[in-house]
């Protein structure tokens, strides 16, 4: 068979699915031999042959359409029980899926199915259909097994019209979930996927994509020239439209299918680009974060919630070409109407037991035809503007053979054979010199007939499908009459639907329909898991990180490497025991050093490379912020502008994950109270749109990131008036503090210090949990503010939270261990040249006055009681401020493996985590920072 008409990227990756579906089919079939009662086993075995059947089905491959779809009938009759499985049985359906791996292996090779005689094993699965039905002909079974078409497994490229049809058809078999309003959460049911791994690699891409999205869209609004940025925002929602219609996620793939639809138009300029475009679209950016938030890895399960008003919205903004600010949410009841009318016709059927006709088949057919016949109409307007557009030729052609195919499928012989015809009148056209203008008048006469003859199939159907509705209505209860009436919006899209595309009758309530499976929905007889419950799931199984291929070579030389040296101590072992007297003592001690310092060297490589492995760029969580900041400025009316440096500044993926809420809470505090009102900004002369800035950078061990505003800053006795006024500091201390110390209140539990709390922030409401997240990723949290130019509050953050550089001290017979990254010094000071000021300890060094502890008295341990001359000192930093501490003795630097302290020690203060050292004993790790502040209260 010719593939001339298949769009590449669809043909690509419709060879790779179905070589997966094989992969997934085959193995269980071995296992349902041994568990021939496992009805789920059997389920697994039918989803991917229902899958394979369908995509070729309507990709026109025959030969492999037809072995499917037989095997699928035999594999349904097994899952109703109606046969039993045999090892016979089994054999003819791997023999089945051999058949099938050679006809895709052609497909790769030869662009064909090949001359594969399928005879013999499509004999031999209707022999088993006849046996079941006792000689019966193996038309009935078949057209009782008839089961919806699934998804071709890539989305179309926009050249390619037709190809929309393969993208939309992933569907599996399942409860379709009922249209909700956005927030609420539907009914959870299995996607189409075969591997977990598939599965976790469409989250990840779609997460990516959101990402993108949201990036693309902020910046839409800036641009005089968009047309770049529109193409960008085009390719992603049409690429997740795919991606969702391959894993049978029908409300993604219906939410997608409408953003792109309105998308092309404003790349085709029939809608231009404003803020309430871009609110829209990020608020479908939003939606679909939400629904790829309702993907559980594990189970392959999704809780989506609903999208019918914003399906609505997008609808009726690419019918109207205008786009309206967004209005008051739609109460439940009201949503649920939404959800309503045109589309349950087409699922109620699937209980109707419509004699011969597979209700998710008509879907996919009306949703393919729909969309092939604009490609059509669009081809043939553009071409009697300018014939020689080869795009929209090839486009043409395309769309005819998709009709064809489709109508073929559906036994529509007719329309299969006047599509079939005007196809080849294009192909002759196309391959030869004439002026394809000349074709014009025909073809346009050609599809006309065939958009008629398409409209009296639909007619058809539809009478069909209205009688099934009032059957299936009839029994039921009068519970819903909140439901009963259909929001204004929808009323409108449906009626210009219905003057616009016979097709959309059936289908949807609007013009750019969502795509079938999406139409296709039952109401949810218990409620689904929430959404926020998935999404903590999802979070959790992500796991997944993208490795250079260089770095996984280098892992594997160093791997040989290591094994190398494993043998040389083996051979040194060996050497030992067999050595006896004439041992060479001297040379085994050379050779053992050797291999030693060989071992030692191999472990820093391979240490090295891992957590380069590990390290992730800031910019995964910086293209959140973006976002973020433009809504806080429209929600606090004030102009903002977010500068971002350093986003390839890259830190450890454990840490990326976490420092996402902590940098929200920063930025919302800056926006809404760090910064002034336009008004005020003017007043002081400053610029009238406000300034912050997100930056990371490198600082020795650590990376640094700055959340920074050119604002008000904060008044440090303002600080001290309302951490009296709180009860948080009496007014004896908050005397005593000094500025940073005054300003540091603003972590306190409860502190506010905004004249007014609104629903954005207040500035130190929740500063503590901030603080508290920093120090469980071992780093600190820093103030630097001026009052009347802003403030900049520094998170020092370690590259990774496994492995660190320390520095090894004794106090009181015990063994600490303090970051390297936190140590400004290490010296030994003579005990007399100690001095007194205000009551503490202090030395005077390279001209800097600084305070001296004895670490044991901070740590409440017994003190040292011996007469010391000289006294070691460690001088600790943190942010600007300096501490020395006195400790018995310095031992060295190590490097060490941070293990938490487990739930049964908990939180303890001054203490971050502990280590195991070579001896086996436990040592702990010193949190500097909280060193620092237990310093303050110790008198």
Known sequence: MNQEFMDPEIFSDFIIEAKEHLETIEPNLLELE??????????????????????????????????AHRAENVLDELRKGKMKTTSHIMDVILN???????????????????????????????????????????????????????????????????????????????????????????????LSVSTHEHLTDFVEEAQEIVQNLNQSLLGLEQLDEPQETVNDIFRYFHNLKGNSGIVGYSELNALT???????????????????????????????????????????????????????????????????????????????????GKAEDVLSET???????????????????????????????????????????????????????????????????????????????????????????????QECSIISDQIKATVEVLKVQFEKAEEEAAAPEPATSAPVVDESPVLKETAESAQSAQPSAETASPAKDEAPAPEAAKKPA??????????????????????????????????????????????????????????????????????????????SDDLQDTIMKVRMMPVKTVFTRFPRLVRDLSRKSQKAVELITEGEETEMDKSVIEEIGDPLV??????????????????????????????????????????????????????????????????EEEAKNLDDQQAIELIFAPGFSGAEKVTDISGRGVGMDVVKTNIKNLKGSININTEIGKGTCFTLSLPLTLAIIDALMVTVSGQTYAIPLESVSETTKLDADILTEVNGRKAVTMRDEVLGIMELSEILELDPNLEEREQLPVVVIQDGNRRLGLIVDSLLERQEIVIKPLGAYLGDKEGISGATIMGDGSVVLILDPHEIYRMSMRVI
């Open 665 to 730: 809470h920063l930025l919302r505090n800056a926006v809404d109270h760090g910064l002034e009102p336009p008004e005020e900004r003017l007043r002081l002369g400053k610029p009238e749109t406000g300034r912050v800035w997100l930056r990371a950078y490198h600082a020795g061990n650590s990376v640094n990131i700055e959340v920074q505003d050119d604002g008000r800053g904060i008044d440090p006795q303002r600080m001290r008036e309302v951490g009296v006024r709180k009860g948080i500091v009496t």
């Open 257 to 339: 299918h409408e953003a792109e639809s309105l998308l092309n138009k404003v790349r085709h300029k029939d809608i231009a680009v404003s803020h309430e475009l871009v609110d829209l679209l990020l608020q479908v950016a939003d939606v679909i974060e939400s629904l790829v938030n309702g993907v559980n890895i594990e189970s392959g399960e999704v809780t989506p919630v609903g999208t019918a008003e914003l399906l609505a919205r997008l609808q009726l903004a690419s019918q109207t070409g205008t786009v309206t600010a967004q209005e008051a949410p739609v109460a439940k009841s009201e949503s649920a109407a939404q959800g």
């Open 525 to 602: 007889k218990k409620a689904g898991k929430k959404p926020v419950e998935s999404s903590k799931r999802n979070k959790a199984k992500i796991s997944t990180i993208r490795v250079d291929h260089d770095k996984l070579d280098h892992l594997m030389n160093l791997i040989g490497e290591l094994i190398i040296n494993r043998n040389r101590f083996a051979m040194l072992a060996r050497h030992l025991e067999e050595g006896g007297e004439q041992l060479d003592i001297q040379d085994v001690a050379s050779n053992l050093t050797e291999t030693t310092y060989a071992m030692a060297r191999i």
């Open 96 to 190: 089945a899926t051999d058949v099938l791996r050679t006809m895709i292996e052609n497909l790769e090779t030869e662009e064909s199915e090949g001359d594969v005689d399928i005879s013999p094993i499509v004999g031999k699965l209707d022999a088993l259909m006849k046996e079941q039905a006792g000689g019966a002909s193996a038309s009935a079974p078949e057209a009782a097994s008839a089961q919806p078409a699934a998804p071709v497994s890539a989305a179309p490229a926009p050249s390619a019209p037709e190809a929309e049809a393969a993208g939309d058809l992933a569907v599996a078999e399942r409860p379709e979930p009922e249209n909700s309003p956005v927030a609420e959460s539907l009914e959870a049911y299995a």
């Open 350 to 444: 699937e209980e109707s037991g419509l004699d011969g006709v597979d209700p998710e088949d008509v879907k996919i057919f009306l949703d393919t035809v729909r969309q092939q016949q604009e490609a059509i109409h669009l081809a043939l307007v553009e071409l009697e503007k300018d014939s020689g557009q080869q795009n929209y030729v090839d486009a043409l052609y395309r769309s005819l053979v998709t009709v064809q195919n489709s109508t073929g499928y559906m036994g529509f012989d007719d329309i299969s054979l006047n599509a079939k015809r005007t196809a080849g009148l294009v192909d002759q056209a196309r391959n030869s010199d004439m002026d394809f203008g000349l074709m014009i008048d025909i073809l346009k």
């Open 34 to 67: 041994s568990n021939p009662e496992d009805l789920d086993l059997l389920n697994e075995i039918f989803r991917p042959m229902h899958s394979l059947k369908g995509a070729s089905g309507f990709l026109g491959l025959d030969k492999i359409n037809m072995v």
